[in-house]
């Protein structure tokens, strides 16, 4: 089995570090979905606005056909995916999508972003993502990780839960 796995959480929280990590060791394709978002969305979120569900519409579809779309290695995604809805929008085109929800504490989210310099999504975009976040629901296919051991314990560690969770073969 080839995994359809999309790698989500606040901006800080690791989703393309890790998920570049997790394409790695799973021989899979890598997407970060920033680079799906139209030139609009980016220029708005650099100007500090947060995006609304309307600008994000026409972004979540293009994740989900990526996600669709024929990958036999399998593909791997970084996409916020924020809330159920745009999560379930996900899945209307790639049923298959599992989704990882990365964890991590406020003060090391304040710190990654601190350190990311010239990044289109400014931290001060950070508390409007907390609020709009809802975490993976118990009907979801999904799980959700720590990432404060770091990206290799965080990579490793979702490895050997997707293949305990048989989503992944040996």
């Known amino acids: 089995m080839k995994p359809v796995l999309v790698v989500m959480g606040v ?7 890790v998920g570049a990590a997790l394409a790695q060791q799973l021989g899979a394709t890598f997407v970060d979905s920033d680079s799906l978002h139209p ?27 990526q996600l669709a779309s024929d990958h036999p290695e399998g593909i791997v995604v970084a996409c916020s995916a924020l809330k159920r809805a745009y999560r379930d929008a996900i899945r209307a085109q790639a049923s298959s999508a599992m989704f990882v929800q990365l964890d991590v504490a406020l003060p090391l989210l304040q710190s990654r972003l601190a350190q990311r310099p010239g990044h289109f999504m400014p931290p001060s975009l950070l508390s409007s993502q907390l609020e709009t976040l809802e975490p993976l629901q118990a009907d979801e296919t999904g799980l959700t990780v720590s990432t404060g051991e770091g990206i290799e314990a965080t990579a490793n560690g979702v490895v050997s839960r997707l293949h305990d969770l048989q989503v992944i073969g040996t």
């Open 39 to 65: 030139p609009a969305n980016i220029a708005k979120m650099a100007a500090g606005t947060p995006l609304t569900d309307e600008d994000r519409w026409p972004w979540l579809e293009r994740v989900g056909s």
């Open 11 to 17: 901006c800080g929280a690791g989703k393309s570090t």
